[in-house]
């Protein structure tokens, strides 16, 4: 019993671990937008849109991350 306690928690906290490489990911696409703007300011308005998205599509990872966790910890216990 104790055993699989320790392997749920260790698989919690990988899941955790997606949010890691999320917020990376995110601060690099926002990094790459800025830069996009400072060449072309007429575009914004595009650029910004996507970027929008883009983060909130990988946001989604996170949350999924989180979930799994949160499942392993209390569900699966």
């Not at 703007?37 to 007429?42: F, T, V, Y």
């Not at 991350?65 to 949160?70: C, K, N, R, T, Y």
Request: glycine share 12%.
């Amino acid at each position: 019993m104790d055993i699989t306690r320790g392997l749920i928690a260790i698989g919690a906290g990988l899941a955790v671990c997606a949010g890691m490489m999320t917020g990376l990911g995110e601060g690099t696409c926002a990094a790459h937008a800025c830069d996009a703007i400072g060449k072309n300011p007429e575009a914004e308005s595009k650029i910004r849109s996507t970027m929008i998205l883009g983060i909130a599509l990988s946001e989604t990872v996170a949350i999924y991350g989180l979930l799994v966790s949160i499942l392993l910890m209390f569900v699966f216990n």
